[in-house]
């Protein structure tokens, strides 16, 4: 395969998944976004509490 038609290819795949948007019904930005906040908040808490020696 050439670059050319390997990017045409892409190009065609994306073009047909805009068609339905891309995001699906039960999922909210609300909770997937404080879901990512809250995971983060956590991770961080947990490196801090490795890191006594400071």
């Keep these: 395969m050439s670059f050319h038609s ?12 805009e ?3 891309g995001n699906h ?3 909210s ?3 997937t976004g404080g879901s990512a906040l ?3 908040l956590l991770l961080l808490w947990i ?3 490795f890191n006594r020696d400071r």
Excluded: Y
């Design 25 to 27: 019904d039960s999922l």
């Design 38 to 40: 809250l995971i983060l």
């Design 47 to 49: 490196t801090t509490r």
């Design 6 to 17: 390997t990017a045409a290819q892409l190009a065609t795949l994306a073009a047909e998944g």
């Design 29 to 31: 930005p609300l909770v």
């Design 19 to 21: 068609e339905h948007g």
